[in-house]
């Protein structure tokens, strides 16, 4: 019998944090464990098998640890990893266990909110490549058009603490222009990588009025909020106190430091080793 424990929630670096702050504020009786591959970010330029080895590596810990549902609140890791993961590993480790991704979440509210039914995507150079938005568009709704934007230098300009500079503007405006040039009759954007609602006030400066701004968080909560409900045999193996813990592959005194940017409360953080 398995032993109820936290909601494991894993992101190569800090930006899954935001989907974390999500999930606690609409669940906010669960208790949580967070990991960072913080020591290997980012995950957006590797390949598929590297990026599968990682994640592999950074669930199985998680599991170790106590927890019995993994989310993967990583675009990169979502995009290349879920699925075999799912499909091979799970059965052979404990196939009572769960890991569920975020790209699904997010676009299952799509056909309620796009009128035009135009929808672009901006993310990072592996998921706009990996096509997996597009593909989970298309399987749930096959009437709507898909285009994608590779934003390389959004995540080292969040992770450096340039989010507000007038330079980040020129980056954000660049690749929104390219975006709607690709499709001009888009009225829904999806913000396909977790660092990017640090980025939000720009992009939506930059984005015209009428265009609606999607960001993860709120959608992947409710998202999870409802999984649970469906499934009550997993609610059980979650723990329930409130708590929230980090575990980090840099060193602790890094990781606070960044994790200041994402996530706005204390935190009691340790480094682990994947392996």
């Not at 944090?17 to 980012?42: C, H, K, V, W």
């Not at 799912?86 to 480790?93: A, N, R, V, W």
């Not at 265009?211 to 999984?227: A, C």
Request: proline residues 5%; glycine residues 6%; contains cysteine.
């Amino acid at each position: 019998m398995l032993t109820p424990g936290p909601i494991g929630v894993f992101d190569s670096g800090y930006g899954g944090l935001t989907i974390l702050s999500q999930m606690r504020e609409r669940m906010p009786e669960y208790d949580f464990l967070y990991l960072g591959d913080n020591a290997r970010t980012p995950y957006g330029t590797r390949s598929f098998e590297v990026v599968y080895e990682f994640t592999s590596q950074a669930v199985r810990t998680l599991f170790d640890m106590g927890c019995q549902l993994v989310i993967l609140a990583c675009n990169t890791a979502s995009a290349k990893a879920l699925r075999t993961i799912q499909q091979i590993d799970l059965p052979k480790i404990d196939p009572r266990k769960r890991v569920l991704g975020i790209i699904r979440p997010t676009v299952e509210y799509l056909g309620d909110i796009t009128s035009t039914r135009h929808v672009g995507i901006l993310a990072t150079s592996g998921t706009i490549k990996s096509q997996s938005y597009p593909l989970e568009i298309k399987k749930l709704f096959p009437d709507i058009t898909v285009s994608g934007e590779a934003c390389p230098m959004w995540v080292p300009l969040v992770e450096n603490n340039e989010a507000q500079s007038e330079g980040t503007d020129y980056f954000v405006g660049r690749h929104i222009d390219n975006l709607l040039a690709k499709d001009d009759k888009i009225d829904t954007i999806i913000l396909g990588c977790t660092h990017y609602p640090i980025l939000y006030d720009k992009i939506r400066r930059h984005t015209p009025e009428h265009i609606k701004v999607i960001t993860q968080g709120e959608y992947v909560g409710r998202s999870l909020m409802n999984y649970l409900e469906r499934h009550p045999e997993m609610d059980v193996l979650c723990t329930k106190q409130g708590t929230c813990r980090f575990l980090t592959t840099e060193s602790v005194e890094i990781f606070r430091q960044y994790a200041s940017i994402f996530f706005d409360n204390d935190i009691d953080v340790k480094s682990v080793a994947l392996k």
